[in-house]
T-cell receptor, first 114, second 111 residues
Framework: DAGVIQSPRHEVTEMGQEVTLRCKPISGHNSLFWYRQTMMRGLELLIYFNNNVPIDDSGMPEDRFSAKMPNASFSTLKIQPSEPRDSAVYFC????????????FGDGTRLSIL | DAKTTQPTSMDCAEGRAANLPCNHSTISGNEYVYWYRQIHSQGPQYIIHGLKNNETNEMASLIITEDRKSSTLILPHATLRDTAVYYCIVRVQGGSEKLVFGKGTKLTVNP
């Protein structure tokens, strides 16, 4: 079975540019999570969706960040405009509710904002 | 969700059992204990979870004390590929699906 697929794996861009990260969850999973990992703050949840609806976005840092899930098989995390402090590894995870929800993580997108 | 406390780092010899402790003294009755690990440069990987009974799967065993205030993850025959950061997380079932990751334990398996 294909796991959670994230793209791109690496992104380097200049500050002020728009960045879009993409995630394809595991088929049949109905919850999707976006996490960010930095040395300073560790692994923190940004937002999660259940059945394509945002449930908890309390971890989204500020209005520059937005996330969408237009359908059950695709989600995006957008940063506009990007800043150097957004540099981090961004992980997407998915789970199937009702199964005591082990989350399955993708390999992450390593984002560097210059 | 209850807070967890784990040692910062541990070492284990290859082929020996690795026993990773976790303290969750404020755990409530409806909170499960989850274990994840993160191998360098990869996303976290689910290992096992439990409520009050001991659990075993193909990866590890989870021993939860009778008062549920602590638990131990056991990797019965550690290999070099088990070198990773191991996270112990408690979470309410049926509530928010949010996982709160702490700093975890960096396990180094030595040849």
């Amino acid at each position: 079975d294909a796991g959670v697929i994230q793209s791109p794996r690496h992104e380097v861009t200049e500050m002020g540019q728009e960045v879009t990260l993409r995630c394809k969850p595991i088929s049949g999973h109905n919850s999707l999570f976006w996490y960010r990992q930095t040395m300073m703050r560790g692994l923190e949840l940004l937002i999660y969706f259940n059945n394509n609806v945002p449930i908890d976005d309390s971890g989204m840092p500020e209005d520059r960040f937005s996330a969408k899930m237009p359908n059950a098989s695709f989600s995006t995390l957008k940063i506009q405009p990007s800043e150097p402090r957004d540099s981090a590894v961004y992980f997407c995870a998915s789970s199937r509710t009702g199964t005591r929800g082990a989350q399955h993580f993708g390999d992450g997108t390593r984002l560097s904002i210059l | 969700d209850a807070k967890t406390t784990q040692p910062t780092s541990m070492d284990c010899a290859e082929g020996r059992a690795a026993n990773l402790p976790c303290n969750h003294s404020t755990i409530s009755g409806n909170e499960y204990v989850y274990w994840y690990r993160q191998i360098h440069s990869q996303g976290p990987q689910y290992i096992i979870h439990g409520l009050k009974n001991n659990e075993t799967n193909e990866m590890a065993s989870l021993i939860i004390t009778e008062d549920r205030k602590s638990s131990t993850l056991i990797l019965p025959h550690a290999t070099l590929r088990d070198t990773a950061v191991y996270y112990c997380i408690v979470r309410v079932q049926g509530g928010s699906e949010k996982l709160v990751f702490g700093k975890g334990t960096k396990l180094t398996v030595n040849p």
